[in-house]
């Protein structure tokens, strides 16, 4: 689960689905399809995208939060994806690994850093 930084909607993976929910009225504003179940989700420090990732994967996919449209995949070197955040200006975003191992992505341009 992660809450949008203003606290006006919601996003909750599942099994197949990320599905984005209205804070003040409670009704769904959107479902993003994503395989295989989402294990971590961040929201961008703005709001405006989004960032999931599952354990039976090694992808974090990213969406706009706007058009509910997918920015980018981004494939981690290591093992299955268990952990994505997101630094506090947004400039980059960690994904943790079942192995142990951390993957560091630049957002403005989605290239990996470390």
């Given at each position: 689960m992660a809450i949008a930084p203003d606290g006006t909607?919601?996003?909750a993976g599942g099994p197949a689905t990320?599905?984005?929910w209205n804070a003040t009225t409670?009704?769904?504003q959107g479902i993003?399809?994503?395989n295989l179940g989402v294990d971590a989700m961040a929201v961008a420090p703005d709001g405006t995208w989004l960032a999931a990732g599952g354990a039976r994967r090694r992808t974090v996919r990213i969406w706009d939060t706007a058009t509910l449209q997918?920015?980018?995949a981004l494939t981690s070197p290591g093992a299955e994806v268990s952990a994505v955040a997101i630094a506090?200006?947004?400039r980059w975003l960690a994904v943790g690994?079942?192995?142990g191992t951390v993957w560091i992505w630049n957002t403005s341009t989605w290239h990996q850093q470390a």
């Open positions: 909607w919601l996003a990320v599905r984005i409670w009704q769904e993003i399809t994503y997918e920015r980018a506090p200006d947004g690994c079942r192995d």
